[in-house]
């Protein structure tokens, strides 16, 4: 196929060096600009000396007394502070130290507050804006009324990345409104948990129609199985060593097993050859820890009791890290034999023409009995760029001298330059003409030196 670029033949061709070219700038990086994304306002609960205990639910925590004209039946989410905020304030840090939040609600007459494990919002980041390194949500405090209220908050970088790896950013223009189209999954962090699982567990003593391989126990999964005449199988993880409710366990501590029927009433348990994961993120999210395996008990009186286990992890969501801007350039590799077949008549692929005479030349001249040679269908002239789509047709031909003497032809459909550029890499979804080869005159001869569009990171 003509004009077509292909990856690198498996041996390594022999081909003519000249000195290299220094890399060409093809654009300058371009930076995103930084924006301020605005979520929902809360209240305010300050902690306070004082503070009557009937409104403050966590001793030494905030207190909601200001806030009994204001809250209702309906649970709505309060910031909670250790200190008195100033208006324009921008209240960011570590969550539970340097502020924690609270869903407070009336329930007969009385207050009724819960801490939230982990940190949630109403910011939507636009789709075509990122989140930047150590920038979550913050609050930005304002006087309404002569009551301090707290707007979330979060700075982003939109259409690219920012100019430098760190903040402080400023953000440029006014707040982002709240929105629901076009918009990234609301900044939160959660724990996501999969399906509760059956659990083996060692180290202790049960009835010899609950055991497997000797040591373990699984009362839950076999008497569901037992229950369960239609079902051949159940999913089992066994745990390595003791365990009690509470515990947590690492992926090394588990094993993963398929409890099946042996026999008319027996049981066994298979290993699995490729484990199997009951946990899935929600869209938008990513796991930031390794999954752990949570031990729980459950207790009813029914048959199926016992301990059990569950897959969580930790995950944010919201807007990806923005990319770090790159500054694209031109670089060059090795040079290759050029051979002009333009004005031959037939298929040179099928020795139809007088061009393989020519590539045989360039093997003897060589003093080799294979090389890489690039055959030009077209013309071209010193200056010319050789890629997919290209306005000179060419081809990369691996050719070679056969024991026997006849010249053996095979085309190359997906050659790729092998250019190297420290700190950089190569323009993967870069356009047709970003990787080829371009002709030069080198040694007194046309030859076609390789290039190829590389990314390099400013920072």
Known sequence: ????????????????????????????????TVREVEGEKLMIAVARDGCPAAWQPAGGGPCFETLKSKLTANPIRVLGLYTAPEPRQRIAGRYGSDFSLFTARIENGALVAQRLDLPTSDVTVPRNCYRLNGEGVGYVIAAENGVNVAYESQIASCDGGPETAQGPYYPEGE??????????????????????????????????????????????????????????????????????????????????????RKGRDGFKADSRWIDKSFLSGPSGCWATQSIGWYVSEQKTG???????ITERAHHICGAPLAPVPVTIFEAYGRELEVVDCAERRGDWRKNESGCPDRLLEVLQRMKVRDATIVVLNEHGR???????????????????????????????YSYAPGVYMSNCSPMTDGPSESRGFVLVRSLGVTRAREYQWMACPVY
């Open 175 to 260: 707040p982002i409104l709240p929105g629901s189209a076009g918009v990234h999954h609301r900044t939160e962090e959660l724990q996501v948990s999969g399906s509760v699982r059956y659990l083996a567990v060692t180290g202790t003593t049960c009835d010899k129609a609950y055991q497997l391989r000797k040591t373990w126990c699984a009362q839950p999964a076999i008497t569901y199985l037992q229950n369960a005449p239609g079902e051949k199988e159940v999913d089992l993880i066994a745990a390595r060593m003791p365990v009690k409710t509470g515990d947590v366990l690492s992926e090394k501590q588990v094993d993963q097993w398929v409890l099946k």
């Open 302 to 308: 029914q048959p199926g009791d016992g301990q059990y």
């Open 1 to 32: 196929m003509f004009g077509s670029l292909a990856a690198a033949v498996s041996f390594a061709p022999v081909a003519a060096m000249a000195q290299s070219m220094s890399p060409k700038l093809i654009r300058e990086a371009e930076y995103g």
């Open 382 to 412: 010193v200056g010319d760029y050789l890629h997919t789509g290209g306005y000179v047709s060419y081809d990369v031909a691996q050719v070679r001298i056969g024991k026997e003497g006849g010249l053996d032809i095979d085309v190359a």
